[in-house]
């Protein structure tokens, strides 16, 4: 056994965000109110955490990188019969982590575009108008079921793992190493690969703003009777 380089510290930070952010939105959409102002942030800035790892996923360093995970059906099946081997997410777990990317990254898209019928509108709502933002609405309301399911299912792929297989996926997750006969360190990742990811999450957090959609022109003035 030696002491391998597995996730890179962007990695990590990406992770364990993800982690806080996915809990609180769950907890400010339960809540409502003058809470779902905070849930729109939040929302907001899992754009550009979700816009960042995909980014991370072409440039990070060799474990974080989507090629070296992707869930090919030869890896599934070899993964099933018991002949996988290698370091980072295995095969089930590389279909789990898409997935959530996948509804994450939807949840946040379609909550740019919803309204709460009182004062809350997403920063993209002009670009739809009210009939579609609240199919979207109720879109966005009914992929959140789907979310939770696949967070439970996640936890508890993760702790079957910890407490069955006896390979704890949550150290290296924080720490960033891992105990393992064989495998290469991690590479890549550098400075300007993440430079690079950041200015692609900040142009999604700008996107993602509303900020760049002209303002709608102002309702004709209404001529008060002179009597």
């Known amino acids: 056994m030696r002491r391998i380089r597995l996730w890179d510290l962007p990695t990590r930070l990406f992770h364990w965000l993800l982690v806080a952010a996915v809990l609180a939105l769950f907890v400010t959409g339960k809540v409502g109110g003058n809470a779902i102002e905070w849930h729109g942030r939040i929302g907001h800035f899992v754009v550009g955490l979700i816009a960042f790892r995909l980014v991370w996923g072409f440039v990070g360093s060799t474990y974080a990188r989507f090629g070296q995970f992707f869930p090919t059906p030869g890896r599934v099946a070899a993964y099933l019969r018991g002949e996988w081997q290698g370091l980072g997410h295995n095969p089930l777990g590389a279909l789990s982590v898409f997935a959530l990317l996948g509804l994450v990254g939807l949840q946040a898209l379609l909550g740019l575009f919803t309204n709460d019928d009182i004062a809350f509108r997403g920063p993209l709502y002009n670009l739809v108008g009210g009939e579609l933002s609240s199919r979207l609405t109720g879109l966005h309301h009914l992929l959140a079921d789907v979310l939770l399911g696949f967070v439970v299912l996640h936890v508890g792929a993760i702790l079957f793992h910890v407490h069955v297989k006896k390979d704890n996926l949550v150290r290296p997750m924080l720490t960033g190493w891992k105990e393992a006969e064989q495998g290469e360190p991690a590479r890549g990742g550098g ?33 008060t009777p002179a009597w």
Request: charged share 5%; proline share 18%; no cysteine.
């Open 191 to 223: 400075l300007v690969a993440l430079l690079f990811a950041l200015a692609v999450a900040g142009l999604a957090l700008w996107g993602a703003a509303g900020s760049w959609i002209p303002a709608p022109p102002p309702p004709p003035a209404v001529e």
